[in-house]
């Protein structure tokens, strides 16, 4: 089992994510089953960054989002294609960036005091897994860094993990 390392909230963000895909690249495991590596990567994240409320996934089944391992107050069970800023990254197919919720036209509010958002999509050769959603109680706290950054980790956990392996969680 790889060992977690807290990582130095004084760090510069661009840092702290650096350390972060360190983290991450040692704490996937395909040996394991699919949910426990997720799990890990929502941890992750939350106890690296105080600017995230919330950091979960969402899967696809059929063009709707089923919620999937979370760190945060509880959250919608499911989106629909098109709708809300996850529903919109699944079927563009890119990160969205929304600095302020409530000018996000159709904006889900799982949570009345998220300000803030952003979502990469889960998608490999053609095939639409998913959703990392990130939320923020500040107003634009989510930048092209973390655009990056959290582009590379999906990437990463595409490369290390057997995607197909979320049609057997969906079930």
């Known amino acids: 089992?790889?060992?977690?390392?807290?990582?130095?909230?004084?760090?510069?963000?661009?840092?702290?994510?650096?350390?972060l895909i360190k983290q991450a690249e040692s704490l996937l495991d395909d040996g394991l089953p699919l949910l426990t590596n997720l799990s890990n990567i929502t941890a992750l994240l939350k106890q690296t960054f105080d600017k995230i409320s919330w950091v979960?996934?969402?899967?696809n089944r059929g063009n709707i989002l089923y919620?999937?391992?979370?760190?945060g107050k509880t959250a919608c069970t499911t989106i629909?294609?098109?709708k809300g800023v996850c529903g919109?990254?699944?079927?563009?197919?890119?990160t969205l960036v929304v600095e302020d919720v409530e000018k996000f036209p159709g904006h889900i509010y799982c949570d009345a005091d998220s300000k803030s958002e952003i979502v990469v999509p889960i998608i490999e050769n053609g095939t639409k897994y998913g959703v990392l959603d990130l939320d923020?109680?500040?107003?634009?706290a989510f930048n092209n860094t973390d655009k990056i950054y959290l582009e590379l980790l999906i990437r990463i956990?595409?490369?290390?993990l057997n995607l197909d392996k979320?049609?057997?969680?969906?079930i």
């Not at 979960?56 to 899967?59: I, L």
């Not at 919109?88 to 890119?94: A, D």
């Open 1 to 19: 089992m790889a060992e977690y390392r807290q990582i130095d909230n004084a760090l510069p963000e661009e840092e702290k994510y650096k350390l």
């Open 56 to 59: 979960g996934f969402y899967f």
């Open 136 to 140: 923020s109680y500040n107003l634009a």
């Open 67 to 71: 919620l999937g391992p979370f760190q």
């Open 157 to 160: 956990l595409s490369e290390k």
């Open 88 to 94: 919109k990254s699944i079927e563009s197919g890119e």
């Open 80 to 82: 629909e294609f098109g």
């Open 166 to 170: 979320l049609e057997r969680l969906m």
